[in-house]
């Protein structure tokens, strides 16, 4: 199973960006898929996760921000940042989660810095 993530980069504080996931037909039919990430040091948090049916949940420090969304014609999940700040600054990995069975991609970096 493949996560393939991609769109990390650097960003101004108060700048976009866009992260995509891309996955297996399987695992966006079947899988809720998110993000999390992660700085050196700390836990990983929620970012935000779409089900198959659309349902979205998001962080708080995101909400607001950040949306999630589902490409079926690509079989990806896309997180749109808005609005970045300094301490969005972190690895962002995508993950599908199903049960108690989950994947995850290797990451892409996002660095909000002037």
């Known amino acids: 199973v493949q996560l393939v993530e991609g769109g990390g980069g650097l960003v101004e504080p108060g700048g976009s960006l866009k992260l995509s996931c891309i996955t297996s037909e399987e695992i966006f039919n079947s899988y809720t898929v998110g993000w999390y990430r992660q700085t050196p040091g700390n836990q990983r948090e929620m970012v935000a996760s779409?089900?198959?049916?659309?349902?979205?949940d998001y962080g708080d420090s995101v909400k607001g921000r950040f949306t999630v969304s589902r490409d079926k014609s690509k079989n990806s999940v896309s997180l749109e940042m808005k609005y970045l700040k300094a301490e969005d600054t972190a690895e962002y990995l995508c993950?599908?989660?199903?049960?108690?069975?989950?994947?995850w991609g290797q990451g892409t970096q996002v660095t909000v810095s002037s």
């Open positions: 993950y599908a989660l199903r049960n108690n069975r989950s994947y």
């Open positions: 779409i089900t198959t049916s659309g349902v979205t």
